[in-house]
């Protein structure tokens, strides 16, 4: 269902690799990525092996360079098709997303619920950072900075207490965007 290319030049040139399943060490098969095309399902990809690292989401498109993907450097080591790819599809057809964040760890102090895109967060949330969220519908994707740049996270249907369990290393968010494509 989900596949997806990487290229070690810019431009879709040079050696690439094909990949349909989640890879968990990919410097065996390239030793830089400068583009990405994925032709089908939704992608993380990581900067690190073994999904660590900054993660990138990666959905059905061209990527001609790593700044494309919002990326730091032409550094991908692992991938991931994410496991709910079938509940994007049903998410897409349904488009319910739903998601809480919280001030404080734990589900604690000010909350407050979306179910659209804030490209700037501090357009209603006074807070800059979010210390817990709790999707109840849809996946999301947290970004570092508004305007949907910077470090990325998903978040899939679930609770998350503290912010290292989406994957950050702080809790500073600045945007947040709705996955509705693949």
């Known amino acids: ?49 073994q999904y660590m690292g900054y993660q990138y989401v990666l959905l059905k498109g061209e990527y001609p360079s790593y700044q494309s993907w919002n990326g730091f450097s032409e550094t991908i080591r692992s991938c991931c098709l994410t496991a709910n790819t079938c509940l994007i599809l049903m998410f897409k057809l349904s488009s ?16 407050t619920e979306f179910s659209e895109d804030m490209p700037n967060l501090m357009d209603r949330w006074r807070f800059r ?37 989406w994957g950050a290393l702080n809790s500073s968010v600045g945007s947040i965007r709705r996955v509705l494509d693949i």
């Not at 319910?96 to 909350?111: A, L, N, V």
């Open 1 to 49: 269902m989900g596949k997806i290319y990487f290229y070690e030049d810019k431009n879709f040139q040079g050696r690439y690799y094909e990949c349909s399943s989640d890879c968990p060490e990919l410097s065996s098969h390239f030793s830089r990525c400068n583009s990405i095309r994925v032709e089908g399902g939704a992608w993380v990809v990581y900067e690190r092996p």
């Open 96 to 111: 319910r997303h739903r998601i809480r964040i919280f001030e404080r760890p734990d589900f604690t102090g000010q909350m």
């Open 129 to 165: 950072d979010i210390h817990s969220a709790h999707v109840h519908d849809g996946i999301w994707v947290f970004y570092e900075h508004p305007n949907y740049r910077g470090r990325q996270y998903l978040l899939e249907k679930g609770e998350y207490r503290r912010h290292a369990e």
